[in-house]
């Protein structure tokens, strides 16, 4: 059964980099029909769609964060990692890496990880 | 960007009870890309449905969703006592994803 797991520091200081890996269990991240995604939700708000990957590199990013978003992936380890470049305390969330499907389930994240949570804070 | 919009905000009702809750996109949304998601206290948010009325692995079928264009729906026929969470509408178009601000459901 695939699992996803967030791992990372849980505190980062203002203009730092964030930055989170995603370790994929149970199965290939170089699997044709997936995407990898990174998704926060900030303490009491909805979700919010950070970015995506596909194994070969190729990535997408939410146009609201303005550039700050690399995604990267390492097939080896069966990894794939976030940097957020320059946070501020508005960064503050609960991280998930997850799974977008696409050959069923389309535009939606059927797998996800547990989460991990990042205060920016001095 | 597309706008998702929920309502209501909170939604009380007891066991045993239907409910029923709202997606409104700020445009169209193709049926293919809107999903529904349970989330509970300090868990991942569950996918329930996608492609807009498609049921996910294991979700029960008193859960169905139906709609398109801009308005969506998430019917839970008779709320059991584990259904009482917060859910989530959320689209892909244009390239990006999101989603709403969230429905939850309490006991009333």
């Known amino acids: 059964q695939l699992q996803l797991q967030e791992s990372g520091p849980g505190l980062v200081k203002p203009s730092e980099t964030l930055s989170l890996t995603c370790t994929v269990s149970?199965?290939?991240?170089?699997?044709?029909?997936?995407?990898w995604g990174w998704i926060r939700q900030p303490p009491g708000k909805g979700p919010e769609w950070i970015g995506n990957?596909?194994?070969?590199?190729?990535?997408s990013s939410n146009p609201s964060l303005k550039g700050r978003v690399a995604i990267s992936v390492d097939r080896s380890k069966n990894q794939f990692s976030l940097k957020l470049t320059s946070v501020t305390a508005a960064d503050t969330a609960v991280y998930y890496c997850?799974?977008?499907?696409?050959?069923?389930?389309?535009?939606?994240?059927?797998?996800w990880g547990q989460g991990t949570m990042v205060t920016v804070s001095s | 960007e597309i706008v998702l919009t929920q309502s209501p905000g909170t939604l009380s009702l007891s066991p045993g009870e239907r409910a029923t809750l709202s997606c409104r996109a700020s445009?169209?949304?193709?049926?293919?890309?809107l999903g529904w998601y349970q989330q509970k206290p300090g868990q991942a948010p569950r996918l329930l449905i996608y492609?807009?009325?498609s049921r996910a692995t294991g979700v029960p079928d008193r859960f169905s969703g139906s709609g398109s264009g801009t308005d969506f729906t998430l019917t839970i026929s008779r709320l059991e006592p584990e259904d009482f969470a917060v859910y989530y509408c959320?689209?892909?178009?244009?390239?990006?994803?999101?989603f709403g601000p969230g429905t939850k459901v309490d006991i009333k």
């Open positions: 997850a799974r977008r499907e696409t050959i069923v389930t389309l535009g939606t994240f059927d797998i």
């Open positions: 149970g199965g290939s991240i170089s699997r044709d029909s997936y995407y």
């Open positions: 990957l596909y194994y070969t590199g190729s990535t």
């Open positions: 445009q169209s949304v193709s049926s293919n890309y």
């Open positions: 492609g807009a009325s």
């Open positions: 959320q689209q892909y178009g244009s390239s990006a994803f999101t």
